[in-house]
């Protein structure tokens, strides 16, 4: 059975930092690519950051420069560091495999709130 559990998450003024965590359990880590995603109030949920086996990593243009998506396989973990935070980051944050979300199944965990204000 997928777990995920996101921590981290807080309020902060604009242009500070946060660093989220994520532990995962339920499918191989080390072979499967990891995302966060994030979905604001109203909106719909999207992709920000994505990190593959080999570290590889991708970001929404919108974070690009600002967050930084890092993985430790021993710790079955993924981390989202996020810095110069806007007010349009506030969202809740969530972590999962990649390919899970692409089928459409699986679950989701409870995610972390991030809110940044003006």
């Known amino acids: 059975q997928v777990q995920l559990v996101e921590s981290g998450g807080g309020l902060v003024q604009a242009g500070g930092s946060l660093r989220l965590s994520c532990s995962a359990s339920?499918?191989?880590?080390?072979?499967?690519?990891m995302g966060w995603y994030r979905q604001a109030p109203g909106k719909q949920r999207e992709l920000v950051a994505s990190i593959g086996i080999r570290g590889n990593t991708n970001y929404a243009d919108s974070v690009k420069g600002r967050f930084t998506i890092s993985r430790d396989n021993a710790k079955n973990a993924v981390y989202l560091q996020m810095n110069s935070l806007k007010p349009e980051d506030t969202a809740v944050y969530y972590c999962?495999?990649?390919?899970?979300?692409?089928?459409?199944?699986?679950?989701w965990g409870k995610g972390t709130l991030v809110t940044v204000s003006s």
């Open positions: 999962n495999y990649v390919a899970t979300v692409a089928s459409g199944t699986g679950s």
């Open positions: 339920g499918r191989v880590f080390s072979l499967n690519a």
